[in-house]
């Protein structure tokens, strides 16, 4: 099969390599639909992952059709259509039993990271009874695409942690496929506004027709504080969503928080930030940091299926599964190319 290998920070090629076959009885094999490219990917590429090693097949997101399933699967068969989770889960250790799939003792963030991933034809994905989700046929596979991470992450992390409430008023500062997919999944709980910021004018439109109330671009306004305590007459907002993962975005958040607030990260950090607790102390502030479960995962599969969360208005590039490398080259530059999601299809 044809798969896309990292080999080392800057160097993949999208080039042959044997088909995945069961390892053990809770194994799955899956015929890969269609999968797409994480941030992480671009990290990895980077370097910045140093777990990930010369010869991996990178992805960890996709859909596709069980090609053969282990001995001990008893949820699915071939012929299956499922949806690949990104946090592959035992469903049976201390962590699983408490729902915290991401800390699995046998799994947790493993795909495309510490075993080969979904960039490829074929995926074996161990523990499948517990790792994939049976999703309906032909019906908005992009948007079933979008629920192996982008989804649960923007929603556990920012909307379940940021604890919205009706008529509450949400900041996210960054307006990229996972700020996009805490917007959308906010409106689960009508709040009365949402205030998008960012620095690209483009992202910040695409807020505005998916629901944002109001857009603040960073750059061009000055003080994306300024601007949001002006907006919400020098009160601040209810919930404030960092989906960018820098210091600046971090303490954007802690000044524009009301008191009672919540702060709720769902930023990567690489690097430590100033936490003002002079400030938030006195002000009730809670402030919230966790991995995505991916337990909401089958919440989220029913809301697709009911029309109400419509996912695929992230996804705004197409490309065959062949033509990875130019994929790549197109999130990568993902401002200048208007890109928020890429679908690979592998047809
Ligand atoms: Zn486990």
Redesign the pocket.
């Known amino acids: 099969m044809k798969a896309l290998v990292y080999h080392g920070p800057g160097k993949k090629a999208w080039e042959e390599r044997p088909r995945p076959r069961i390892q053990d009885d809770k194994d799955a094999i899956v015929k890969v639909l269609k999968t797409t490219i994480c941030g992480t990917d671009l990290h990895i590429m980077k370097g910045d992952v140093p777990e990930v090693t010369d010869g991996r097949v990178l992805g960890h997101e996709g859909i596709g059709i069980v090609e053969e399933a282990g001995k001990s699967v008893a949820s699915f068969k071939r012929g299956d259509r499922v949806l690949i989770a990104c946090i592959t889960?035992?469903?049976?250790?201390?962590?699983?039993?408490k729902g915290m799939?991401s800390?699995?003792?046998?799994?947790?963030w493993i795909l495309g990271h510490t075993i080969d991933g979904t960039q490829a034809e074929y995926v074996r994905i161990p523990?499948a009874d517990t790792s994939l989700y049976a999703i309906p046929e032909g019906i908005n596979e992009d948007a079933f695409v979008m629920l192996s991470d982008v989804f649960p992450t923007a929603f556990e992390c920012g909307v379940l942690n940021g604890q919205i409430k009706p008529g509450d008023t949400v900041a996210i500062i960054g307006a990229g496929p996972i700020g996009l997919a805490a917007l959308l999944t906010s409106k689960f709980y009508s709040p009365s506004r949402i205030i998008m910021i960012d620095v690209d004018d483009g992202r910040l439109a695409v807020a505005k027709e998916i629901g944002a109330t109001d857009t603040v671009n960073s750059r061009i306004n000055g003080s994306a504080v300024e601007k949001v305590m002006e907006l919400t007459g020098e009160r601040g907002v209810d919930v404030a969503i960092e989906a960018v993962g820098s210091p600046v975005t971090f303490e954007i958040c802690e000044e524009i928080v009301a008191p009672g607030g919540h702060i709720a990260n769902i930023g990567v950090f690489g690097q430590s930030v100033d936490l003002h607790m002079e400030k938030l102390w006195s002000h009730n502030i809670t402030l919230t940091t966790r991995l995505v479960y991916t337990v909401t995962t089958p919440m989220l599969l029913k809301s697709v299926e009911s029309g109400s969360l419509h996912p695929e208005r992230l996804v705004t590039h197409h490309f065959a599964l062949s033509d990875i490398m130019n994929a790549y080259e197109t999130f990568s530059h993902a401002r200048e190319e208007k890109a928020l999601k890429v679908v690979l299809e592998n047809r």
């Open positions: 889960s035992d469903g049976s250790c201390e962590y699983c039993k799939y800390h699995c003792l046998h799994g947790g523990y």
